[in-house]
């Protein structure tokens, strides 16, 4: 670890006596002869304490749903350690998560307070969270996404207050309380009636949850969508926020940067997307806790920001069982966002604006202009807590015993981060540097005709062959330059607009029933475009209820060579033929 001078008091009394346990939510009075030691104390932040939590549940039941109407009473005591008021009350408590409840011993809850209280410093409400992070060995890997996405400036970040927690009379180790995410004066303070918050989520999506009634397929980029607020959204909130997103999804998909500024924040989304590949979280592939809040008469803004212990670059290989993170410096976005280049095969909707040279302008503005404090600012916090956590921390390891050591893995995380800034540094400035508003001109058609088998399904042996010649010839340009950084291939829809691509080739898509680009889920036939932009990969989804021998496929994709403000395009209508 790196040494730093970080002045700490330890141990000096801030009240005459101990706080009595309190039941109010109010804070205590301040006493006046205690005012000048609180002021000499001002530099130690009560924010990095380990406080103790303790929950009993109605006749000591374990809790072993996290559905809601799974909820069990019981009562929380927070002890303040002297610092901060104690907390007393009755409440309900569930489980919560995904894979870290379905994965982990440790189990993560979610509280809800009968009375709606502030506790340890936060601001009031009844509902709360406690994560276990079981999967981070370091413990600091949610309070540092916090932290980050606090300083860049995104509004209604959550807070962090650790806790050692005991239910029904059995220590279950450490835990970081936090906000619920949740619309909220004291939360996501967003108008109660006419604002929204949704969150890109594919264990909450209509994929996992079909029948849940507030979820849906966004309509440009097919991505899982859950309303959030309004909490039980009725059918038709549910269509008029879809619609509303989609306004914002077309504009995204054709990279108009008024448009977008004009229906988003869009400095947010830089800060969003700079949070996500600084700590290399991949969750936004699935997509999974990607939050986004629109207030009445406001702009789609982004985050809430949550859940980083899939980031780090964390080893899925042994993501049932593992604690293995910081293996090598990888990318999110990629070297070049638009084509996935060396990136995750993210949606659309968070690449697209990649190709406006305006937007990549003030993305590499904003990161060089935070790049030599972002680390050293949050590192700084972690250090903070690393020292006031040690106790805590062994306690931790000896109740939930795995293969690291929380000191090892925080130094890992530090040498990490610290190489990381430089290297996305280099990258970032070295991201293509998109397109200025270009005049699309029509250069023409070509088409081919393709018969794949059904029983190949995935491994055809025929390809899409382009004839290089004439492609070269339409667009006027030269071999050398289809190769180059100026020329992409688009799936196009039925009615000429753009789609996306879903496949894992540099360019292509799945085309669905109705020849529309769109997701696997769905998918009936694919394009997949690697190397060589002339010979196409294609291929079928041979299940019952997708391909069937005999169906036919008509299908676009769309070459687009720009240069200054012209882009020529050439459409390339591909004729499939499913045969046995």
């Not at 009375?115 to 309070?143: E, F, H, Q």
């Not at 991505?223 to 509303?244: F, G, M, S, W, Y």
């Not at 990161?367 to 106790?391: G, P, R, T």
Request: net charge negative.
């Amino acid at each position: 670890m790196r040494k730093k001078e970080i002045f700490r008091i330890r141990g000096i009394l801030l009240l005459a006596g101990a706080l009595a346990l309190i039941t109010s939510c109010e804070p205590p009075e301040a006493d006046p002869e205690t005012e000048q030691e609180t002021e000499e104390t001002e530099a130690v932040s009560v924010n990095f304490d380990v406080y103790a939590m303790d929950i009993l549940v109605e006749g000591n039941a374990p809790v072993v749903s996290k559905e809601k109407e799974d909820y069990m009473n019981c009562t929380v005591s927070v002890d303040g350690k002297g610092r901060l008021s104690n907390y007393y009350g009755t409440a309900r408590i569930r489980g919560r998560g995904n894979s870290s409840w379905l994965w982990y011993d440790k189990k993560p809850y979610r509280i809800k307070l009968d009375v709606s209280c502030g506790i340890l410093g936060l601001k009031k409400n009844k509902d709360w969270v406690l994560l276990a992070n079981y999967r981070d060995p370091t413990n600091l890997m949610n309070a540092f996404g916090f932290e980050v996405a606090d300083w860049l400036g995104l509004p209604y970040t959550n807070h962090s207050r650790f806790v050692e927690v005991t239910l029904n009379g059995d220590y279950i180790g450490l835990y970081q309380l936090t906000e619920q995410v949740e619309q909220g004066g004291n939360r996501v303070n967003i108008d109660e009636t006419d604002g929204f918050l949704i969150c890109l989520d594919v264990d909450d999506g209509p994929y996992y949850c079909p029948n849940a009634g507030d979820n849906f397929w966004s309509t440009v980029f097919e991505l899982p969508v859950c309303v959030k607020h309004p909490d039980e959204p009725t059918t038709d909130q549910v269509i008029a926020i879809r619609n509303d997103f989609a306004e914002l999804e077309e504009a995204i998909n054709n990279y108009n940067y008024d448009i977008v500024d004009s229906l988003m924040n869009i400095p947010s989304f830089i800060d969003y997307l700079i949070v996500q590949e600084l700590v290399y979280n991949v969750e936004i592939d699935a997509p999974r806790s990607v939050f986004i809040h629109k207030d009445k008469g406001g702009k789609y803004v982004m985050g809430p920001v949550w859940d980083f212990d899939a980031g780090f670059d964390f080893d899925w290989s042994t993501m049932y069982t593992g604690h293995n993170f910081f293996n090598e410096q990888e990318l999110v976005l990629g070297t070049d966002p638009v084509k996935h280049t060396s990136g995750y095969r993210i949606s659309g909707f968070f690449t697209q604006m990649f190709r406006n040279h305006q937007f990549v302008s003030d993305y590499k503005a904003r990161w060089n202009e935070i790049k030599d404090s972002v680390f050293e600012h949050a590192w700084a916090i972690m250090e903070e807590y690393e020292m006031s956590l040690q106790d805590a921390m062994a306690r931790n390891l000896q109740r939930w015993p795995i293969d690291k050591h929380y000191n090892t893995e925080i130094d890992k995380m530090e040498d990490w981060l610290s190489e990381r800034v430089p290297y996305l540094t280099t990258v970032i400035n070295s991201y293509p540097a998109g397109t200025v508003p270009a005049v699309k001109v029509d250069c023409g058609m070509m088409a081919c005709d393709v018969t794949m088998s059904y029983q190949l399904g995935y491994q055809q042996t025929v390809k899409v062959m382009i004839d290089e010649s004439l492609l070269l010839s339409m667009l006027e340009i030269t071999s050398e330059q289809l190769y180059g950084d100026n020329l992409i291939i688009v799936p196009l829809r039925t009615d000429g607009s753009e789609g996306m691509n879903n496949t894992n080739g540099i360019f292509g898509a799945w085309f669905e029933a109705d020849n529309n680009p769109g997701f696997w889920a769905n998918g009936h036939v694919y394009i997949e475009v690697f190397d060589n932009l002339t010979v196409w990969d294609c291929g079928l989804r041979a299940e019952e209820g997708y391909c069937s021998v005999g169906e036919k496929h008509s299908v676009q994709m769309q070459y687009q060579y720009t240069q200054g403000t012209e882009t020529k395009t050439v459409t390339v209508a591909v004729n499939f033929t499913i045969a046995e």
